[in-house]
Nanobody, 126 residues
Framework: QVQLVESGGGLVQAGGSLRLSCATSGRTFSNYGVGWFRQAPGKEREFVSA????????YFADSVKGRFTISRDNAKNTVYLQMTSLKPEDTAVYYC???????????????????WGQGTQVTVSS
């Protein structure tokens, strides 16, 4: 069982930055790929970014490419989502999720991630 806890959300003005963290107490965190997804009110959950187990591969939704970066520190059991140049349309609840396998063919599929955090709210004001 992998328990994930997100933090770092908040209210920021358009153009600002936030860094989200996804932490786990699991000792085998390095065995899991991690994805970030978000869900805005009235919309379906959508893929944002993902990172492979060793951090060697990263993936991004087109809507955040060039603005968001993802990284991980396996020694700290934490994955980070650095968000810059934030836009009002980035407003959503952001969730991190873990999967034993994150590959080029599966990283965007939320149904393949069995472990999820509780989410953290990101609000970007115009």
């Amino acid at each position: 069982q992998v328990q994930l806890v997100e933090s770092g959300g908040g209210l920021v003005q358009a153009g600002g930055s936030l860094r989200l963290s996804c932490a786990t107490s699991g000792r085998t965190f390095s065995n899991y790929g991690v994805g970030w997804f978000r869900q805005a009110p009235g919309k379906e959950r959508e893929f944002v970014s993902a990172i492979s187990r060793n951090g060697g591969m990263t993936y991004f939704a087109d809507s955040v490419k060039g603005r968001f970066t993802i990284s991980r520190d396996n020694a700290k059991n934490t994955v980070y989502l650095q968000m810059t140049s934030l836009k009002p349309e980035d407003t959503a609840v952001y969730y991190c999720a873990a999967n034993l396998l994150v590959s080029s063919g599966t990283y965007y599929r939320s149904d393949l991630y069995p472990y999820w955090g509780q989410g953290t709210q990101v609000t970007v004001s115009s």
